[in-house]
């Protein structure tokens, strides 16, 4: 079962502007993570945030968590065409297992 | 850099054959994942071995899937027999849990695409 939900389902920008999507979720966290996948591939690691965590900043990646809401936000900015890929949520308890919200796929036009 | 490796990238085979998948987490990770995508979805978690023990799998099918780590390195996923619903990307994903501060990040593979005719 999906533990999240995504916003939007689906996003086109064009390259340089900023990518915004969002996660919900419904049971306590321990930590939440975003993974990459571009067409047909595997999953790429973008960045965690724990449970005591509000903001992390990665590169040109800024998470948000808001652990009263359960909600979450990754922030791209000055978006890439290479950065079109599915993004994806996924949430941990207390053991180490991940699961994933159902993705939001973007398109960095040129 | 080190990768997760799976094979086959590709798979088709008919309904009621047995398939199987294999995979090599990265050297050292103890923590190894079957997950199954359904096109369009997120990964959905089948099983979880920490070293070669079953730590979770609660969402496999067990009366045609199964798994195993033997010897707490590589891993084999098995259906046996395959049916139409079964066409999905199969994922195997590993992560380092020892140590003072685990860590909960996934490395995955690229997954193999299994097509049931």
């Known amino acids: 079962s999906q533990q999240g939900e995504e916003d939007p389902q689906a996003l086109s920008i064009q390259e340089g502007e900023n990518a915004t999507m969002n996660c919900s979720y419904k049971t306590s966290i321990n930590n939440l993570q975003w993974y990459r996948q571009n067409s047909g591939r595997g999953l790429v690691h973008l960045i965690l945030i724990r449970s005591n965590e509000r903001e992390k900043h990665s590169g040109r990646l800024r998470v948000t968590l808001d652990t009263s809401k359960k909600s979450s936000s990754l922030l791209i900015t000055a978006s890439r065409a290479a950065d079109t890929a599915s993004y994806f949520c996924a949430t941990s308890g207390t053991a180490s297992k991940l699961t994933f919200g159902t993705g939001t796929r973007l398109q960095v036009t040129l | 850099e080190a990768e997760v490796a799976q094979s086959p990238r590709y798979k088709i085979t008919e309904k009621s054959q047995a398939v199987a998948f294999w995979c090599d987490p990265i050297?050292?990770?103890?923590?190894l994942y079957w997950y199954r995508q359904i096109l369009g979805q997120g990964p959905e978690l089948l099983v979880q071995?920490?070293?070669?023990?079953?730590?979770?799998d609660s969402q496999l099918p067990k009366d045609r899937f199964s798994a195993e780590r033997l010897k707490g390195v590589d891993s084999t996923l098995k259906i046996q027999p395959a049916e139409l619903g079964d066409s999905a990307m199969y994922l195997c994903a590993s992560s380092s849990s020892t140590g003072p501060v685990p860590s909960y990040e996934q490395y995955f593979g690229p997954g193999t695409r299994l097509t049931v005719t």
């Open positions: 071995f920490q070293d070669e023990s079953v730590v979770d």
């Open positions: 050297s050292g990770h103890a923590t």
